[in-house]
Protein backbone atom coordinates (compact mmCIF):
# COMPACT_ATOMS: atom_id res chain seq x y z
CA UNK A 1 0.00 0.00 0.00
CA UNK A 2 0.98 3.37 -0.78
CA UNK A 3 0.21 6.78 0.96
CA UNK A 4 0.14 10.07 -0.09
CA UNK A 5 -0.05 13.25 2.12
CA UNK A 6 -0.36 16.55 0.62
CA UNK A 7 0.38 19.81 2.51
CA UNK A 8 1.37 23.58 1.97
CA UNK A 9 -1.77 25.04 0.96
CA UNK A 10 -3.64 27.89 1.57
CA UNK A 11 -4.71 31.13 0.62
CA UNK A 12 -2.22 33.83 -1.30
CA UNK A 13 -2.74 37.21 -3.08
CA UNK A 14 -2.33 36.87 -6.96
CA UNK A 15 1.27 37.54 -8.04
CA UNK A 16 2.14 35.40 -4.75
CA UNK A 17 3.71 32.16 -4.01
CA UNK A 18 3.23 28.77 -2.81
CA UNK A 19 5.03 25.53 -2.31
CA UNK A 20 3.22 22.11 -1.83
CA UNK A 21 4.87 19.40 -0.49
CA UNK A 22 3.78 15.44 -0.87
CA UNK A 23 4.94 12.88 1.58
CA UNK A 24 5.06 9.45 -0.28
CA UNK A 25 5.34 6.67 1.81
CA UNK A 26 4.49 2.60 1.84
CA UNK A 27 5.54 -0.15 -0.63
CA UNK A 28 7.50 2.29 -3.16
CA UNK A 29 9.64 -0.25 -5.03
CA UNK A 30 9.74 1.16 -8.20
CA UNK A 31 7.93 4.59 -9.24
CA UNK A 32 7.14 5.33 -12.94
CA UNK A 33 6.21 8.75 -12.52
CA UNK A 34 4.85 11.58 -10.19
CA UNK A 35 2.71 14.68 -10.82
CA UNK A 36 0.22 17.14 -9.07
CA UNK A 37 -3.19 17.63 -10.48
CA UNK A 38 -5.70 20.40 -9.37
CA UNK A 39 -9.36 20.85 -9.75
CA UNK A 40 -11.22 23.46 -9.74
CA UNK A 41 -15.22 23.86 -8.77
CA UNK A 42 -16.89 22.64 -11.73
CA UNK A 43 -14.14 21.52 -13.93
CA UNK A 44 -12.54 18.16 -14.44
CA UNK A 45 -9.66 17.41 -12.61
CA UNK A 46 -6.56 18.31 -14.88
CA UNK A 47 -3.04 18.12 -15.20
CA UNK A 48 -0.46 20.35 -14.15
CA UNK A 49 2.82 19.13 -13.51
CA UNK A 50 4.68 15.70 -13.63
CA UNK A 51 7.74 14.29 -13.30
CA UNK A 52 9.09 10.91 -15.21
CA UNK A 53 11.13 7.86 -13.29
CA UNK A 54 13.51 9.34 -15.34
CA UNK A 55 13.25 13.16 -14.19
CA UNK A 56 11.73 14.44 -17.37
CA UNK A 57 9.40 16.99 -16.48
CA UNK A 58 5.92 18.59 -18.63
CA UNK A 59 3.59 21.08 -17.51
CA UNK A 60 0.62 22.05 -18.34
CA UNK A 61 0.46 25.35 -21.06
CA UNK A 62 -1.15 27.40 -18.03
CA UNK A 63 1.64 26.89 -15.89
CA UNK A 64 4.85 26.58 -17.86
CA UNK A 65 7.22 29.17 -16.82
CA UNK A 66 5.53 29.79 -13.02
CA UNK A 67 5.25 26.60 -11.95
CA UNK A 68 8.12 23.93 -11.08
CA UNK A 69 7.69 20.73 -10.13
CA UNK A 70 10.83 18.55 -8.40
CA UNK A 71 11.17 14.89 -6.48
CA UNK A 72 13.96 14.38 -3.58
CA UNK A 73 14.58 10.51 -3.32
CA UNK A 74 15.92 9.83 -0.29
CA UNK A 75 13.27 12.10 1.43
CA UNK A 76 10.30 10.33 -0.96
CA UNK A 77 8.72 13.72 -1.35
CA UNK A 78 7.49 15.74 -5.08
CA UNK A 79 7.46 19.54 -4.98
CA UNK A 80 5.07 21.70 -6.10
CA UNK A 81 6.96 25.38 -6.50
CA UNK A 82 4.45 27.84 -7.48
CA UNK A 83 5.05 31.82 -8.38
CA UNK A 84 2.91 34.88 -9.85
CA UNK A 85 0.21 33.18 -8.97
CA UNK A 86 -3.26 33.37 -10.51
CA UNK A 87 -6.95 33.79 -9.47
CA UNK A 88 -7.47 30.54 -11.96
CA UNK A 89 -4.96 28.85 -10.05
CA UNK A 90 -7.37 28.53 -7.29
CA UNK A 91 -8.26 24.46 -7.09
CA UNK A 92 -7.68 21.21 -4.96
CA UNK A 93 -4.20 20.10 -5.54
CA UNK A 94 -4.20 16.43 -5.90
CA UNK A 95 -0.38 14.36 -5.68
CA UNK A 96 -0.17 11.53 -7.77
CA UNK A 97 1.69 9.12 -8.01
CA UNK A 98 2.49 5.81 -10.51
CA UNK A 99 4.04 2.68 -8.89
CA UNK A 100 4.24 0.17 -11.13
CA UNK A 101 1.01 -0.46 -12.59
CA UNK A 102 -1.14 1.44 -9.86
CA UNK A 103 -1.93 4.81 -9.19
CA UNK A 104 -2.47 6.42 -6.05
CA UNK A 105 -3.70 9.94 -5.14
CA UNK A 106 -3.49 12.19 -2.07
CA UNK A 107 -6.30 13.90 -0.15
CA UNK A 108 -5.84 16.79 -2.24
CA UNK A 109 -4.67 20.67 -0.60
CA UNK A 110 -6.93 23.82 -1.34
CA UNK A 111 -5.31 26.17 -2.66
CA UNK A 112 -7.07 29.70 -3.28
CA UNK A 113 -5.97 33.05 -4.69
CA UNK A 114 -7.29 36.16 -4.30
CA UNK A 115 -7.57 39.02 -7.17
Known amino acids: QVQLVESGGGLVQAGGSLRLSCAVSGSIFSINGQGWYRQAPGKKRELVAYITGGGTTNYADSVKGRFTISRDNAKNTVDLQMASLKFEDTAVYYC?????????WGQGTQVTVSS
Open 96 to 104: YTRVGDLAY
